[in-house]
């Protein structure tokens, strides 16, 4: 019988497709690299964004999205799949409570039914705090991503087993403010998004020759 493979659950009511999020884009490219080292991963998000330019990679979906009657709606982006909870605004402050109680029922079945090896998130709103509470009842690990200086004290990690960063910078910053210890493991960027197929290194006739010209 095969070994078991490792499992991650990624869980945040933000939608990792965003491209208006850094932060969401450096954790995609993650969990697909941890897919290629043989990880089996799965994700639940909303349709949150940072802005709503952000939905631009779910421009082809969108309008099915909004029409489907589901509560909770699957796009395909291979090698992932991402269950997103279908809420009436792409902004994390207008999510009804409505929606967050599906959202927070559909993180709770994927523990018990999927059942991670580790749980993986960011964030310290409310219900954010209670991604790691659940996981620990479980006996799950838990780690957190950090990639700005906008958390204050230690509620929002408490139930977190490792801190990681993009930054030296950021895992200083917050072990000289508030005594936590993160790792930096830098930033994961697509090389195919943001490295050109083919170089050409061409030189400007001006700036290498002088006038032809007969001086006056």
């Not at 070994?3 to 009511?13: G, S, T």
């Not at 589901?70 to 929606?99: C, F, G, W, Y």
């Not at 290498?208 to 006056?216: E, N, Y």
Request: net charge positive; hydrophobic share 35%; charged share 25%.
């Amino acid at each position: 019988m095969a070994d078991r493979k490792l499992r991650i659950l990624w869980a945040n009511p933000y939608c990792l497709l965003d491209l208006s999020s850094g932060a969401s884009m450096t954790v995609r490219e993650q969990l697909r690299q941890l897919h290629k080292l043989g990880w089996e991963v799965r994700v639940i998000g909303a349709t949150i964004f940072d802005s709503p330019n952000g939905i631009t990679r779910l421009a082809n979906h969108w309008e099915k999205i909004k029409q489907s009657k589901s509560r909770i709606v699957r796009v395909k982006d291979a090698p992932l799949v991402h269950n997103l909870v279908k809420t009436r605004s792409t902004q994390r402050a207008e999510m009804t409570a409505a929606e967050e109680a599906i959202w927070y029922q559909t993180y709770t079945k994927a523990l018990d039914q999927f059942k991670p090896d580790i749980v993986y998130y960011y964030g310290g709103r409310t219900l954010d705090l209670l991604i790691g509470d659940e996981a620990h009842a479980r006996d799950i690990p838990v780690a957190a991503y950090l990639a700005n200086g906008n958390f204050g004290g230690k509620r929002w990690c408490r139930d977190v087993d490792r801190v990681i960063t993009n930054a030296k910078a950021t895992a200083h910053y917050y072990k000289e403010k508030d005594g936590i210890d993160p790792i930096p493991i830098g930033v994961f960027i697509d090389p195919a998004r943001v490295v050109a197929p083919k170089k050409e290194r061409k030189t400007s006739y001006s700036s290498t020759h002088h006038s032809q010209k007969a001086p006056l």
